[in-house]
């Protein structure tokens, strides 16, 4: 004849059994955040566009700045009043 199984054995059982699934989910569940979050820290490769080079363009013309050349200087004068104290 088979023994009946204690019902305390059968729940002690159970909840081995649901925390061993529970372990295994936990895990499965760091192991795919690991691999995403090293999916995210790897750089892309952007690809390099060729360009061609444009001709150098000076900044400011070889006789000097242009502002300069044309301005004229004026100067006024202004009498000095002559007994003011």
Do not use: N, W
């Amino acid at each position: 004849m088979r023994q009946r199984a204690d019902p305390a054995q059968l729940r002690t059982i159970f909840l081995h059994v649901k925390v061993l699934q529970r372990i295994d989910d936990v895990s499965l569940m760091c192991d795919k955040r690991i691999a995403s979050l090293k999916k995210l820290a790897v750089k892309p490769t952007r690809p390099v566009q060729t360009v061609t080079p444009e001709p150098a363009v000076p900044l400011q013309p070889q006789g000097g700045a242009p502002h300069l050349l044309r301005r004229k200087h004026k100067c006024v004068y202004l009498p000095l009043a002559v007994g003011m104290k």
